[in-house]
């Protein structure tokens, strides 16, 4: 069973900045495709950023293009989302994403992607 749980939320001011961790299960197998995504109250979950980890390949939506950066650091089993320039679109709740084991492709965006989600994380931007 993989488990996933985020930190790093919190209500920062427009402009601020803020970088979210996903800390991926000890007993996980290395993860090819990590993603992060955000709901905002009464939508749809819709992806943010996402990693394959064999290539390093990145991809963003494009509301976030040049403002967000996916990375991951597999030694220490996490995946990190670095937030710059927030605006208050970008007030979420953050969840995180793995596709499991032996699994390795798909539509980075799309929710069904993934087998597995961490608990989510808010992130609130205000002036």
């Known amino acids: 069973q993989v488990q996933l749980v985020e930190s790093g939320g919190d209500s920062v001011q427009i402009g601020g900045s803020l970088r979210l961790s996903c800390l991926v299960s000890?007993?996980?197998?290395?993860?090819?495709?990590m993603g992060w995504f955000r709901q905002h109250p009464g939508k749809e979950r819709e992806g943010v950023a996402a990693v394959y980890t064999d290539t390093g390949s990145t991809y963003y939506a494009d509301s976030v293009k040049g403002r967000f950066t996916i990375s991951q650091d597999s030694a220490k089993n996490t995946l990190y989302l670095e937030m710059n320039s927030l605006k208050p679109e970008d007030t979420a709740t953050y969840y995180c994403a793995t596709q499991g084991p032996y699994t390795c492709g798909g539509q980075w965006s799309v929710t069904t992607e993934y087998d597995y989600w961490g608990q989510g994380t808010q992130v609130t931007v205000s002036s």
């Open positions: 000890a007993n996980a197998y290395s993860m090819c495709l």
